[in-house]
């Protein structure tokens, strides 16, 4: 199904404000500070940018990614496997304006049977915006699929030629949860995928400490010159790039690293870690890193319950106990707009189930603060950055937003 829906909204806002912060917990036991040198972090609201009831005009439903063309155009992508494009992210105003196109359709190839499975990220070529990257489930075999599609013009975001696929890399699943999902190019031209453990409870084929596999890890590829022969190439300082495990690999010991992005301003990666019942966790991603899991969930062991040996393993920035309804970390961005000047620099992240946002502050090898920013009320699935820096909220039922002061 094709096709263009205009939208013409009154203001339609969602405020949001949080007063302290719940339950949070960071090994070894030490209470935020705030930065002496840094403005204090304060509330957020919610400016809506696309109702899901607009979207659902064109069959688009729960958003899971969101990436920004250099020509301004907005590209989202719905977990059944549906992807539009947006004209413009600025939040609606009374009698502004935006376009939604629906410009690619692979509902067929995707299976979005688990909770957990469908089209789950989405990320656009560096070097080449007529590339758009996808990250999608796919069944018999059940597998995860990650594909390059080319994209209209900068002027013309019209329907793109589903025929156009190149199947980059394929992954065997052997469960519907912990897929992983994301996709990020890095400062570095390589593209990043997230992958999760394969599923079930407590990873029981052991993946998250197997390096003979490429689950339960962020891999590192290049796809600069992907042909069908060849669809990608190792990056030659790629941890494992002359053995001792998979040489796609750059981080492991994770159990579903959902959501992680770089700091456009250090290039540090950060994740956020989905937990098993006890812990979510915040890591800032290194090379050749080991995040503990299954050893570990967060700072606490895991297998076995108790005595666990440590070493070796990165522990996590920050983590949060699955209480008060916590469910799901959703990892987000460093903000670096500027609409916000006391967020600059701030790792901004969310839960799921809570549907709230908090931001956290790092210097110098530590929180130095952390905050509720917003209590939303929403099922945050992803967060978004455009080109300018400034971050968005995409939410399964209610549609996209844009954090404002």
Known sequence: MGGIVTILLAVFAALVAGCGSPSLTQLPATAPLSAPSEPTLETLRLESVVSAAILGLMEFEDPTNFAQAPDRWVYVSGQPGLIVAISDPAPQKEGKTHSVYEILDIREQVSDRGWEEGLLGLAIDPYDAAYLYLY???????????????????DSPAAADPNSELVILEVPQPYANHNGGQLAFGPDGYLYIGLGDGGSAGDPQGNGQDTSTLLGTILRIDVSEATKEQTYTIPPDNPFADGGGRPEIWAYG??????????????????GDVGQNR?????????????????????????????????????????????????????????????????????????????????????????????????????????????????????QGEGIFRLVK
């Open 136 to 154: 999608y489930s796919a069944a018999n075999p059940r597998r995860s699929v990650v594909s390059r599609f080319s994209i209209p013009g900068p």
């Open 254 to 271: 994770l159990r579903n690293p959902w959501r992680f992005s770089f700091d456009r301003e250090t290039g540090e990666l950060w994740a």
């Open 279 to 395: 812990w979510e966790e915040i890591d800032i991603i290194e090379r050749g890193g080991n995040y503990g899991w299954n050893a570990m969930e967060g700072n606490h062991c895991f297998r076995p319950p108790s005595g666990c040996e440590s070493e070796g393993f990165i522990p996590p920035v920050w983590e949060y106990p699955l209480e008060d309804e916590a469910c799901s970390v959703i990892g987000g961005y460093v903000y670096r707009g500027a609409a916000i000047p006391w967020l600059i620099g701030v790792y901004v992240y969310g839960d799921f189930c809570t549907g709230q946002v908090f931001g956290l502050r790092y210097a110098d090898g530590e929180v130095v603060e952390h905050k509720l920013l917003a209590d939303t009320g929403l099922r945050i699935a992803s967060f978004g950055q455009d080109n300018d820096g400034e971050l968005y909220v995409l939410s």
